[in-house]
Nanobody, 119 residues
Framework: QVQLVESGGGLVQPGGSLRLSCTAS????????MGWHRQAPGKQRELVAV???????NYADFVKGRFTISSDNAKNTVALQMNSLKPEDTAVYYC?????????????WGQGTQVTVSS
């Protein structure tokens, strides 16, 4: 099992910045990717950014150039630096870890942290 705890959400004005952090604990064996998803009211959860164990990253088009995902493997943390925030970025942001072992995919989710972009 993997436990994920997010922090860093809050209220920010449009154009502002926030940094989200996710700390993982438990068995990190075969965790091949960690990332951030978000869910706005009335909408489906969507991928924001992912970082793979080899260091590669992938971003949703709507955050490219504004958000940066990073990880510290020694501390089992993954961060999401969010700049130039827009009201449409308002959502609950969830940290996710993915394990692939014996051909099966396991997903672990944090509880989420609220990000509100408003003046």
């Amino acid at each position: 099992q993997v436990q994920l705890v997010e922090s860093g959400g809050g209220l920010v004005q449009p154009g502002g910045s926030l940094r989200l952090s996710c700390t993982a604990s438990g068995s990190m064996f075969s965790i091949n990717a960690m990332g951030w998803h978000r869910q706005a009211p009335g909408k489906q959860r969507e991928l924001v950014a992912v970082i793979f164990s080899g260091g590669g990253t992938n971003y949703a088009d709507f955050v490219k150039g504004r958000f940066t995902i990073s990880s510290d493997n020694a501390k089992n943390t993954v961060a999401l630096q969010m700049n130039s925030l827009k009201p449409e970025d308002t959502a609950v942001y969830y940290c996710k870890a993915q394990r692939i072992t014996s051909g099966r995919v396991y997903e672990y989710w944090g509880q989420g942290t609220q990000v509100t972009v408003s003046s």
